[in-house]
């Protein structure tokens, strides 16, 4: 049974939200739609049968570009501070350790131009905390520029300088 055009543009307007939908949606109107829509349900249903399944793209999240850079960071900042990686991308909440945590957080974002989600899904933390770190060390390097040496050293060693 075809559902009425009431029906069909309550079930639009549902799965708005679904950003399979409104891809679909922008290929078969042609532009990004939104939550109104210019087409009739009629239309719309019209122009759905037209329009090919759209293919679904599959994401490998196992090991993202970025992921061997901000590794490599990680690597030095454990270096530098005597302290093993896994401690630092662990939950351990300790002076050294957090402050190791937010070098690489601060390098990562600041120095590779990484963002702040990117930075959280690597060390596994929410990008507010990443934020947070980041404004730490910031103030840290403002109030004692040896320690802003000390990080730009860490940097060299790496090779990668600041851009």
Not at 68 to 95: L, T
């Amino acid at each position: 049974m075809m559902p009425n055009e009431r029906d069909l543009e309550r079930l639009m307007m549902a799965d708005s939200q679904h950003i399979e939908t409104a891809n679909r949606r922008a290929a078969i109107t042609g532009a990004d739609c939104g939550p109104r829509y210019s087409m009739t349900g009629s239309q719309f249903q019209a122009r759905l049968r037209q329009v090919p399944d759209m293919p679904v793209i599959a994401v490998n999240d196992t090991e993202p570009k970025a992921r061997p850079a901000m590794a490599a960071v990680a690597a030095a900042v454990a270096a530098h501070c005597k302290i093993p990686v896994a401690e630092i991308m662990g939950m351990g909440r300790s002076g050294p350790v957090s402050q190791a945590r937010q070098i690489v957080m601060f390098l990562c974002h600041g120095h590779l131009r990484k963002t702040l989600a990117e930075v959280g899904r690597f060390m596994k933390r929410d990008h507010n905390t990443v934020w947070y770190g980041c404004g730490l060390v910031a103030k840290r390097v403002a109030s004692n520029p040896e320690f802003g040496d000390t990080l730009d050293g860490i940097m060299a060693a790496l090779g990668a300088g600041e851009k």
